[in-house]
């Protein structure tokens, strides 16, 4: 039992470093069919650890009627997708909410009513 509960206490910095991302089965429809991240300092250090740039989507969800087309028809591009998820570190921004989304949208001087948006940065934003 000791062994156990110790295997599991070392495991444990790893769930928290764990990569959050969305899930396109379960995300919204804004979202198209991308595993996006949520926030920026987490896709910079993916940036700069696998030499990528950041696809970065400022995006309102729940969205509007451009929103929810941008999602079903551009962002559900199979082609779109794999080049989206293999060549960038893929981030969704929401332009509706508060938190970390909207100091992102204040880093890039993003309007909340913009949308939707795709900006292309390196590992340092």
Do not use: H
Not at 26 to 50: C, F, H, N, S, V
């Amino acid at each position: 039992m000791q062994t156990n509960l110790l295997s599991l206490l070392l495991l444990i910095p790893f769930f928290l470093l764990a990569e959050e991302r969305t899930s396109p089965q379960k995300q919204p429809i804004e979202l198209g069919k991308i595993a996006w991240y949520r926030d920026l300092d987490q896709a910079k250090t993916l940036a700069e650890k696998e030499g990528k740039a950041i696809f970065i989507l400022f995006q309102e969800v729940p969205g509007c009627t451009t929103c929810r087309s941008y999602g079903k028809n551009v962002l559900s591009n199979p082609a779109l997708i794999s080049t989206i998820e293999n060549d960038f570190i893929p981030l969704a921004i929401f332009n509706n909410k508060g938190g970390k989304d909207i100091k992102t949208l204040d880093v890039y001087k993003e309007p909340t009513w913009n949308n939707p948006v795709v900006r292309i940065v390196n590992a340092e934003g």
